[in-house]
């Protein structure tokens, strides 16, 4: 009995050991659990982090495209404003060309058609200081025949083929500087800008422009145009109000001889 008590001491004694064994296990198991929890949901907050700064740069990288075509569409914007500005100013001086156009062909009347040339060179080309010299067909010479800011008087004849005027006259090509310069010197041999009077290949003349207004500050391609339009229009209604002024003289001149030869009888 005793031996048996004995035996089931130490049965108890191994069994409380085993107790104490599993617990302990069970505890560090426990701990191991919490561990791979913990590890697991950093792992899980990492990935959501990688995940979102991801989701971060994308944005970013959508916020710059963003920020590149809006600047880009602002750009054309810009581009289209400009270019709807030069068409509006454009527009406004080919329609004011086509009132004065319409003016020039209005009348046969030369020294009207020439006060009609000034305005029009100071209203659309912004001129200052300038004359209209045509070609005297005896003398084959330049000669002033209207001036703004100039005594016509003063102005020299030139001969076709001598200096800027003299060549623009013999050539039928316009001179033109790169750039607008304000001075209250000119020199008489030395315009500005010289633009040919021509009817088709034909120069009857020129337009010598000395100084521009001071608003004017450059010259634009709508000022090249209006350069061309002008001296073509300009030198048909000057050759056609000459012409017809001439014919009313030599008209009135034989009216008068007749009448001369009608008292004689």
């Keep these: 009995t005793l031996r048996k008590a004995e035996e089931f001491l130490q049965l108890f004694k191994k069994g409380e050991e085993f107790t104490k064994s599993l617990l302990q296990e069970n505890e560090r198991l426990r701990y191991r659990v919490a561990e791979l929890e913990e590890a697991l949901s950093q792992s899980e907050n990492k990935t959501r982090l990688e995940h979102y700064e991801q989701h971060i740069k994308m944005l970013e990288q959508e916020i710059e495209s963003l920020k590149q075509r809006y600047k880009k569409v602002e750009e054309e914007n810009r581009d289209f404003a400009k270019k709807y500005i030069e068409v ?47 070609i005297d067909e005896k003398t084959n010479d330049l000669t002033a025949v209207a001036a703004e800011g100039l005594d016509v008087e003063t102005l020299p004849k030139i001969k076709i083929g001598e200096g800027i005027i003299g060549r623009v006259a013999k050539d039928g090509e316009g001179y033109f500087p790169d750039e607008v310069v304000h001075t209250e010197d000119i020199d008489l041999n030395r315009p500005m800008v010289c633009i040919p009077l021509k009817i088709k290949e034909h120069v009857i003349g020129v337009i010598v422009i000395y100084s ?52 004689r009888r």
């Design 88 to 134: 509006e100013e454009e527009n406004n001086n080919l329609a004011n060309l086509y009132v004065a156009s319409y003016q020039l062909h209005s009348t046969l009347d030369y020294e009207e058609v020439l006060r009609i040339v000034l305005e029009i060179i100071i209203n659309l080309i912004g001129a200052d200081r300038f004359a209209i010299m045509l």
């Design 212 to 263: 521009f207004l001071i608003q004017k500050k450059a010259f634009s391609n709508v000022d090249y145009e209006l350069f061309n339009l002008l001296a073509g229009h300009a030198a048909t209604a000057i050759f056609s109000s000459r012409l017809y002024t001439q014919s009313e003289r030599k008209l009135s001149t034989i009216q008068g001889f007749l009448e001369l030869l009608k008292d």
